[in-house]
């Protein structure tokens, strides 16, 4: 299969210039190896080279020879090479030497000291709507960010495609697959978390239907501000009951694996005397594995647009973030204690900033408009900058701007 390009690509190039090392994390089948292989001079697998285990008992630092950049993948099944990086970047005082990729963060066990300095991190998802070539790319989110009015042709999704879409995900493996092969897909995914990866990425054993139940629970809980207390009843009646703190440690365990990334809640200084909201919202890395998780299938998902919608909201997230990212821009969600909300606020480093509502339909942008408007108008100005754009995406139509400024983008129009 022909390389799908990638924004990561011009990041890992970007920070090899300015790194010694780059570390590119995300969760396993994301297309981390593939991507960093366009760009690596040599490679070295830390999960399936046999040679390493003896290298790495024998001489670690043997394992770092090679042209650079020296790819090792799978760092993490040896995190004490981290150690052995960060010296070597020290000693060649050279940019560029070494990209790491590892579908898990490794645990405190071995001490790795800060590689301030000498690692840039690089977080890679799942492809986005564009990167897919399920996007027109004829609006840009740096552009919306800076005030520029969006214009596109109008684009349609029937239900049926947009939900083969979301089952099919952003998984590289499965371009030119049908939508049956992309529920087998994200159902052996789940099922192999579920039996070997969880308890791997733990270091313990973990019961495969407790693990099983929870990322149930979390597939019917996407896109909420679900509480770990609200998950463990959730999956109570059964042998698979969970007590909370159980519950918070399986978490941390995906979150190691990457499997799910939740979305923070956003800090700021509003008029009002509300109270801001700081629970994140629950999404995983791809939502199709929300619906690998439930069993569910196109019919079912067309079936019930209410969760339909929700699987929309966490799919134009996951884009969102990556081209936030590339932007330099960050991802938030905002909640007041009066339930305003914006399904998602980027904001830059700069202080820059703007929101975003998600709407699967197009009759509910006139409700969504009102509430990006009241939520800027609850905005400090005075310690807080104003928002650059307020913005609803759909799942149809096209791209403009309505006469109260508010942005209307389709996602299958939107890029970078």
Known sequence: MEYQKRFTDTALVERLKSSGAVLIEGTKACGKT??????????????????????????????????????????????QIWNYVRREVDERRQKGLFILTGSATPDDKVRRHSGAGRFSIIRMRPMSFYERGWSTGEVSLAALMRGDAPTSESVAFELGELAEKITLGGWPGLIGESA???????????????????????????????????????????????????????????????????????????????????????????????????????????????VGALGLSVDKLTADLNYFGLLFESLVIKDLRIYADAGGGKLFHYRDSRGLEADAVVEYADGTWGAFEIKLGIGAVDDAANNLLKLAAKIDTEKTKAPTALTVITGNGFAYRRPDDVNVVPLSTLTV
């Not at 070295?44 to 040679?51: H, I, N, T, Y």
């Not at 020879?65 to 993490?76: I, K, M, N």
């Not at 990457?258 to 700021?268: D, G, K, S």
């Open 180 to 290: 049956a092969t992309g529920l087998r897909f994200v159902r052996d995914y789940v099922s192999l978390i579920a039996e070997v990866d969880l308890s791997r990425v733990s270091e313990k054993r973990r019961d495969p239907y407790k693990v099983t139940r929870l990322l149930q629970s979390l597939a019917r809980n996407i896109s909420t501000e679900a509480a770990v207390t609200t998950l463990s009843k959730d999956i109570k009646g059964g042998d698979g009951d969970m007590d909370d703190e159980t519950v918070a440690e399986y978490l941390t365990a995906l979150e190691r694996l990457m499997a799910v990334e939740n979305l923070p809640a956003w800090n700021t200084h509003i008029r009002s005397s509300d109270m801001l909201r700081k629970s994140p919202k629950r999404h995983f890395a791809d939502p199709s594995l929300a």
């Open 34 to 79: 593939e991507t960093a292989k366009q760009t690596a001079a040599s490679v070295v697998r830390f999960d399936a080279d046999e040679q390493v285990k003896i290298k790495m008992e024998i001489d670690p630092g043997s394992v770092l020879s090679g042209a650079v950049p020296r790819l090792l993948d799978e760092w993490q099944e040896y995190p």
